[in-house]
């Protein structure tokens, strides 16, 4: 963080195993009575960090949703997403915003969403088509520009 420059918009993203990996060995661990308390949990500290950083360095904080790129984990990246962006939308501070836009676009319609086909890259990252195709819509629309 001492490299980004004070009054930058900043993307800040969990990784899918953040929200899948860490918090099923806590609950598993008793540190967390469910998977949605250690979400919350987990988020709240993000939050706070962000609030922080924006505080300290006049930072923008746009928050990306979680990328659901494995099948195993789909389920829990979205609960996770739901959480966090109504977490962020909550909050309501103006340094700390959700990227509206990304997280439905990757996935197929249906009861069973799938990360759609342009999206697939090696079966664990996203195809970097998506960042011109989803997310620079999604921040030209936040960011106005």
């Not at 494995?70 to 109504?86: H, K, S």
């Not at 939308?89 to 319609?109: C, E, M, N, Q, Y």
């Amino acid at each position: 963080m001492g490299t980004i420059p004070d009054g930058s918009t900043v993307l800040f993203i969990f990784g899918e195993i953040d929200c899948r990996e860490g918090i099923l060995v806590a609950v598993e661990k008793d540190r967390y009575g469910s998977v949605s308390e250690g979400m919350t949990a987990t988020q709240t500290h993000y939050l706070n960090t962000l609030k922080a950083l924006s505080a300290a360095k006049r930072l923008d904080c746009l928050v990306h949703p979680i990328v659901p790129v494995l099948d195993e984990t789909r389920a829990i990246v979205q609960q996770y997403n739901a959480l966090l962006e109504a977490a962020v939308k909550r909050l309501a501070h103006p340094s700390v915003r959700w990227v509206d836009g990304v997280f439905d676009g990757l996935l197929t319609a249906g009861s069973l969403p799938m990360l759609r086909d342009e999206f697939k890259l090696d079966g664990t990252h996203l195809h970097p088509d998506y960042v011109t195709s989803l997310l620079a819509p999604s921040l030209v629309a936040l960011l106005g520009e």
